[in-house]
């Protein structure tokens, strides 16, 4: 199978996949269960959210693995089965994928922070190196280092799938709009910033994930293409900004306005476009229905 990022430079737009989470949640995910656990309690639940992505018509799937890192698992007591669930992970996803689809090891942050020196690099690093190995030998061909906010905890998840695997690398940041106007994540990043530092670190795919819908997904691939006229830009953005109604977090946009958004993020810049929190197939099929027009 061809690399991503090769694909992208012969001209090539891709489709990514939509979010997990809220697919989960509707085959019975309760909040306060481990979402990693169920690659191996309930797997053919996870199963159908990666064949649901597939049907839609995605070129790739992430895995359940978003939290799969030792630190997160530790608060369930699943920090020593941080290889069988990243593993389980991606062979789901593979099974759903095929030999023709691309499956992304899904790897988050690790809720740490190295400013206040709970963790140290050397950990972080040992921590993704661990869990990037494991989702390779499950049967991902890239990793998708996502929803990071700190360069510098980024830079150790790019550095050990470098080091330890030869996993094609995607490093995307979630950015939230300042009330000056300006995009930056909670730790005051910038898009220009987090495209120099992800592609100087090794990173081959940049880009952006959760925090906005495709609105402000389209102006901050304009800030990353401003400093960057070459890496491809993957998109993975909110159905709109969440509402709340009552106890429950909604988000707004319909399959067909995220669809709508499909020409302003490709002469943005955008080469791979998908979803993250509340889309669905549904919303997934519609932007495969927009590359067709």
């Excluded at 694909?7 to 809220?22: N, P, Q, Y």
């Excluded at 990173?203 to 906005?212: H, L, P, Q, R, T």
């Excluded at 306005?257 to 998908?274: E, R």
Aim: glycine share 10%; hydrophobic share 40%; aromatic share 6%.
């Amino acid at each position: 199978m061809n690399k991503i990022h090769s694909e992208v430079k012969e001209g090539r737009i891709l489709i990514s996949d939509g979010a997990w989470g809220t697919m989960l949640q509707q085959q019975g995910f309760q909040p306060g269960e481990c979402l990693e656990r169920w690659n191996m309690d309930k797997r053919e639940a996870v199963l159908a959210v990666a064949a649901a992505y597939i049907a839609a018509g995605a070129d790739m799937i992430e895995t359940n693995s978003f939290g799969g890192s030792r630190f997160k698992l530790a608060f369930y007591g699943l920090d020593k089965r941080v290889a069988e669930l990243n593993e389980a992970a991606a062979a789901i996803s593979r099974e759903a994928a095929g030999s023709d689809r691309h499956v992304l090891g899904s790897i988050g942050p690790t809720g740490k922070l190295l400013l206040t020196r709970e963790v140290t690099e050397a950990d972080l690093y040992e921590a993704f190196r661990e869990q990037a190995v494991a989702l390779e030998k499950g049967g991902a061909d890239a990793c998708c280092i996502e929803t990071f906010t700190d360069l510098a905890e980024a830079r150790c998840a790019i550095r050990a799938a470098k080091d330890h695997t030869e996993l094609e690398i995607i490093c995307t940041f979630t950015f939230d709009k300042t009330p000056k106007g300006e995009y930056r994540t909670i730790m005051g990043v910038s898009p220009a910033q987090m495209a120099r530092a992800a592609v100087e670190a090794g990173a081959k795919i940049i880009g952006a994930n959760c925090g906005s819908g495709m609105a402000r997904m389209v102006e901050i691939v304009r800030e990353i293409r401003a400093v960057d006229r070459e890496t491809p830009i993957l998109i993975h953005a909110n159905a709109g900004l969440p509402v709340m109604e009552g106890e429950r977090v909604t988000y707004p946009e319909t399959p067909e306005t995220t669809a709508s958004f499909f020409p302003d993020l490709l002469k943005a810049g955008a080469n791979i476009i998908g979803g993250c929190c509340g889309t669905t197939p549904a919303h997934i099929a519609a932007l495969v229905a927009a590359r067709r027009q």
